[in-house]
């Protein structure tokens, strides 16, 4: 940062931290028996982390007394707000009657049956306890059907923790090679360089490139996982002749398609392959099918699934928790509340959020993107119009984590890197209060932007 940002950057940590002695209180204690006062790096941030106690609605309570519009839902888990009551119902009802049995139980026929109505790629289903493994055991069953062990992911795709998918995740541009030849470059300390040599990374909405990469290695390659839309990377949505040519090209060469939908499950009843109706060979679920409790799920045709029935003895999933009885009932519940209606809703609310905040950067004069579609979008400081990861990562990133810790001392929680997402229980009442906190926010960081990032400044 040059020295206005980082000075205005000062001030509000100051404005944040002077206020919430009870979180930095908790902070301490909490660094005393966590590394870093928590066991999830991605809800740490400076000077220090404010605690919650409890969730209602759309808003959450600190334990400072602040009250905030969350517009990060548990980075987009929470697709109807916090405590809602159906689900609440669900869980007290199914609680008292065992929390896990080591046997199947009918509530996971139901969300099963539900899920494979909805989503049009989905014949079988099973149920894990994050994302991540979701990813793992498609990754598995994928190569166990084709008999081929390399993977495509795409550049700044991602897909969990696994060793193979943490490969250019969030890579330095500046060290990631061309896009003409990616360098794979692990995203963290400790990741195994012998599970990244079975990783081949593409440009995102590169239709050229993968195809290149494709018909180069397709004897070797097993899957292509893509999310639909790039989530973490900042919301990037696809060209439709992009997931189209995927479609065609994976099938022409025996290779199986992975739609990561573990974010874009809400873009519709269906997610996004219904959203954009384009059909993967297998996909994979999370976030919003728990109601917020752990879980995962993958599934998809008859064919690659029955590999996992363990009438044929050909694979081996199981899973202490895969498929709890209390993830079950609140997922349940989540999902039947989460109708076409209530897609409708959250969707058009989405709508007023984009609607709005390219009108505030109208009005403060300011050259700035939002990524995204349907109930989820992400606020860019960049003035380029976004196709792939290094779009984002050319933005002025730093920018929205000054914006991130300005919007929560005005009461608004949206995630660091600049997303904001919508629930059910938001209103359009509450999508104003959050545009106002951002319109307030920007107007006040003028001068940083300017300074920072002169070419977004008419």
């Not at 300390?189 to 397709?218: C, Y």
């Not at 479609?247 to 974010?263: G, K, P, Q």
């Not at 960081?445 to 300017?450: F, G, K, Q």
Request: proline share 4%; hydrophobic share 40%.
């Amino acid at each position: 940062m040059r020295d206005l940002a980082a000075k205005y950057f000062d001030a509000v940590k100051q404005r944040y931290a002077e206020v919430r002695p009870n979180s930095l209180k908790l902070h301490k204690i909490a660094c005393k028996y966590l590394p870093g006062g928590d066991t999830r790096t991605a809800t740490f941030f400076m000077p220090f982390p404010n605690f919650i106690e409890r969730g209602e609605g759309a808003y959450m309570y600190d334990a400072d007394g602040f009250k905030l519009l969350d517009f990060q839902n548990n980075y987009t888990s929470l697709i109807h707000g916090h405590a809602h009551p159906q689900t609440v119902d669900a869980v007290r009802e199914q609680i008292a009657l065992g929390s896990a049995y080591t046997a199947p139980f009918e509530k996971q026929i139901e969300l099963a049956r539900l899920l494979t109505e909805r989503f049009p790629s989905l014949d079988l289903v099973r149920f894990t306890n994050s994302g991540t493994e979701a990813n793992m055991h498609a990754l598995r069953i994928a190569r166990a059907y084709t008999g081929k062990a390399k993977i495509i992911k795409t550049e700044g795709g991602y897909h969990g923790t696994t060793d193979v998918f943490e490969a250019s995740v969030d890579p330095n541009i500046k060290k990631a090679g061309t896009l003409d030849q990616i360098k794979v470059i692990p995203e963290s300390r400790g990741v195994s360089a012998n599970a990244l040599k079975d990783v081949l990374v593409t440009p995102f909405n590169d239709i050229e490139r993968t195809r290149k990469m494709i018909e180069e290695n397709h004897r070797e390659v097993a899957c292509i996982i893509i999310e639909p839309i790039m989530g973490s990377a900042g919301q990037i949505t696809p060209d439709l002749e992009y997931l189209r040519f995927l479609r065609e090209i994976t099938s022409a060469y025996n290779i199986v398609l992975i739609f990561d939908e573990v974010v874009t499950g809400r873009l519709s009843t269906g997610g996004a392959q219904q959203y954009y109706g384009v059909i993967p060979d297998l996909t994979t679920l999370g976030k919003v099918i728990g109601g917020g409790t752990p879980v995962g799920a993958f599934g998809g045709k008859r064919e690659i699934m029955e590999m996992y029935d363990p009438r044929q003895k050909k694979m081996y999933h199981s899973g202490t928790f895969n498929g709890n009885a209390v993830t079950m009932a609140a997922g349940l519940a989540t999902m039947k509340a989460y109708d076409e209606q209530a897609v409708t809703y959250v969707n058009e609310l989405g709508g007023l959020f984009r609607e709005g905040a390219q009108r505030i950067f109208a009005g403060l004069g300011l050259d700035m993107r939002i990524s995204g579609a349907g109930s989820i979008y992400n606020i860019l400081f960049t003035n380029k119009e976004v196709h792939n990861y290094r779009d984002v990562a050319a933005a002025h990133e730093e920018l929205n984590k000054i914006l991130y810790l300005d919007l929560l001392t005005r009461g608004v929680f949206d995630a660091e890197r600049g997303m904001f997402c919508m629930s059910t229980a938001m209103t359009a009442a509450d999508v104003e209060f959050g545009l106002q906190a951002l319109e307030e926010a920007l107007r006040d960081m003028l001068p940083v932007i300017a300074d920072e990032a002169p070419e977004l400044v008419d």
